[in-house]
């Protein structure tokens, strides 16, 4: 089976597949924009030098000999001009070209597609999730403000609905259902909008990748002890 790397049509996809890629210990990171007519040689690059589409047991082999593994994550849209993407790496070495920031890092925050990755503690257990920023939240704040000052409930209503309508990780439904709430505690009557759970989707169609990536003996490692 040739090599391949996932295509995210939409940014759900996309984000979901970035958490569960850093729960597996995916936690560095570097981004950028390509336009869409080389968004299929920049994977096939990666993949050349950082092996993108390896097969799992190929993943296996990396790591014993001390490379980091990699994934590409590419916000592809239909009709798109340009194409978001975004190369997660484990620990080890092979990417010394890249500069990579941390995914926990306290200061800088991986933000992506206009959200933010957030760590979160739930019943001892650490998870992943997306929030939207904080200029995001206070935006839609002011707008909510202003509209029920001039008591537009109809764009109250038009307004809530679309804040529905972002994806449905836990820390956005965290954020919006005090949102919700302050429409209601300021006099909003309307019909308030079903903040949805996310649901597990496809990371999208594959993009096949050309020629394999092996392993030259200049980047064989002594085996890691991770």
């Known amino acids: 089976m040739p090599a391949s790397t996932p295509i995210a049509r939409s940014k759900t996809a996309a984000l979901i597949r970035i958490t569960d890629l850093v729960a ?39 790591k014993k000999h001390g490379l980091a593994n990699t994934a590409l994550i590419l916000y592809w849209p239909e009709g798109a001009e340009t ?3 975004l190369l997660l790496a484990t620990a080890g070495d092979g990417l010394g070209d890249e500069t990579l920031e941390e995914v926990a890092h306290k200061r800088i925050r991986l933000l992506w597609l206009g959200y933010q990755l957030v760590r979160r503690t739930y019943r001892g257990r650490v998870a992943w999730t997306w929030k939207l ?54 006099g909003y009557m309307g019909p308030m909008p079903q903040l949805f759970y996310l649901r ?27």
């Open 133 to 186: 920023p904080r200029q995001t939240m206070a935006d839609l704040y002011n707008e909510l403000n202003a509209l029920l000052n001039g008591r537009h409930h109809t764009a109250v209503g038009k307004l809530l609905e679309r804040a529905s309508h972002y994806p449905g990780f836990n820390g956005i439904r965290e954020q919006l259902k005090p949102f919700l709430g302050e429409a209601r505690r300021r």
């Open 83 to 85: 194409v978001e993407w």
């Open 200 to 226: 597990k989707i496809s990371h999208g169609e594959r993009l096949t990748l050309d020629g394999s990536n092996t392993l030259r003996a200049d980047d064989r490692r002594r085996p890691s002890t991770a």
């Open 24 to 62: 597996k210990g995916y936690d560095r990171y570097t981004h950028g924009k390509v336009a869409t007519g080389k968004a299929q040689r920049l994977a096939q690059k990666f993949h050349t030098k950082y092996g993108i589409g390896c097969t799992p047991a190929q993943r296996v082999t990396r």
